[in-house]
């Protein structure tokens, strides 16, 4: 037996005289969600019961049975999928938009809610408890956010500024997501976005020793080295005028 989903399928083998000879043949069954255990088909089961271990190798047969076996529970499922009632279904990202997490900078999360259900979700609440006071200030955007509805076959984006304390390792989870699937659903259903994962915020001043212009820097390496350019330049351009003067002096006499 196997399982696919909901589905059960499997083969049944069993042995008949033809002649003189015993062939072992094989039913093909799948067991559906009621529990009821049903014949593929008329036909394809009168080719199984005709085949035998002389006219097909174990090895073809089982694939070829897989092979119908799976298009078979396929097309099951999607008949099941058919049959079931209209209603909203949300798949959430959470993604970190930073290319570099900085202690002190402002650091932009972005929600993405994508409805693939068949009508609109409505009441859809965001919650994300994962951006905690005593590692991050919250600079914009609501860490609750709420969306009226969410049409289907369309998505919705929410973005949220906040600013780490702190530098080092911090591991970003998923947030809680609570909408109605349908209009006159009883309850709400909760599902949970994607998880960024493990992210290294690095400490402000490692950051600003790689990526800044270093103005400061420069300014600093200018004053120091002035006076070791100035003070020589200083003294030739005096003697200089010195030169220049008794030399005029000879020139007149």
Same mark, same amino acid.
């Given at each position: 037996m196997h399982l696919v989903g909901s589905y059960v399928f499997g083969d049944v083998e069993y042995r008949r005289k033809r002649g003189n000879k015993t062939e072992r043949c094989w039913h093909f069954l799948i067991k559906t969600p009621d529990q009821s255990f049903t014949? &593929?088909?008329?036909? *394809? *089961?009168?080719? $199984?019961?005709?085949?035998? &271990?002389?006219? $097909?190798?174990?090895?073809? $047969?089982?694939?070829?049975?897989?092979?119908? =076996?799976? +298009? #078979?529970? /396929? *097309?099951? =499922?999607?008949?099941e999928q058919q049959q079931q009632p209209e209603a909203a279904r949300l798949l959430v990202s959470k993604y970190i938009l930073n290319k570099y997490l900085v202690e002190n900078m402002d650091i932009i999360v972005k929600? /993405?809610?994508?409805? @693939?259900? !068949? @009508?609109? =979700? #409505?009441? @859809?609440?965001?919650?994300?408890? !994962? $951006?905690?006071?005593?590692?991050?200030?919250? @600079? !914009?955007?609501? +860490?609750? =956010?709420?969306?009226?509805?969410?049409?289907?076959?369309?998505?919705?984006?929410? /973005?949220?500024?906040?600013?780490p304390r702190k530098f080092g390792y911090f591991n970003f989870t998923s947030a809680e997501v609570l909408y109605r699937r349908t209009e006159d659903a009883s309850r709400l259903q909760v599902a949970v976005s994607s998880t960024p994962g493990e992210g290294l915020i690095v400490s402000y001043r490692d950051y600003a020793k790689k990526f800044s212009s270093h103005v400061i820097d420069w300014i600093a390496f200018a004053v120091m080295t002035l006076p070791s350019l100035a003070i020589p330049f200083a003294l030739w351009y005096s003697s200089k005028r010195k030169y220049e003067k008794i030399s005029k002096s000879v020139k007149k006499h």
């Amino acid at each position: 037996m196997h399982l696919v989903g909901s589905y059960v399928f499997g083969d049944v083998e069993y042995r008949r005289k033809r002649g003189n000879k015993t062939e072992r043949c094989w039913h093909f069954l799948i067991k559906t969600p009621d529990q009821s255990f049903t014949q &593929l088909s008329t036909n *394809i *089961i009168y080719i $199984f019961n005709t085949l035998s &271990l002389s006219t $097909f190798s174990r090895m073809k $047969f089982q694939i070829f049975y897989s092979v119908i =076996a799976t +298009l #078979l529970v /396929t *097309i099951c =499922a999607e008949e099941e999928q058919q049959q079931q009632p209209e209603a909203a279904r949300l798949l959430v990202s959470k993604y970190i938009l930073n290319k570099y997490l900085v202690e002190n900078m402002d650091i932009i999360v972005k929600y /993405t809610v994508y409805n @693939v259900g !068949s @009508v609109a =979700a #409505l009441e @859809v609440e965001i919650t994300d408890n !994962s $951006f905690h006071p005593d590692h991050f200030n919250h @600079v !914009s955007g609501e +860490l609750n =956010a709420r969306i009226d509805r969410v049409p289907p076959g369309s998505n919705v984006s929410h /973005t949220v500024v906040v600013k780490p304390r702190k530098f080092g390792y911090f591991n970003f989870t998923s947030a809680e997501v609570l909408y109605r699937r349908t209009e006159d659903a009883s309850r709400l259903q909760v599902a949970v976005s994607s998880t960024p994962g493990e992210g290294l915020i690095v400490s402000y001043r490692d950051y600003a020793k790689k990526f800044s212009s270093h103005v400061i820097d420069w300014i600093a390496f200018a004053v120091m080295t002035l006076p070791s350019l100035a003070i020589p330049f200083a003294l030739w351009y005096s003697s200089k005028r010195k030169y220049e003067k008794i030399s005029k002096s000879v020139k007149k006499h």
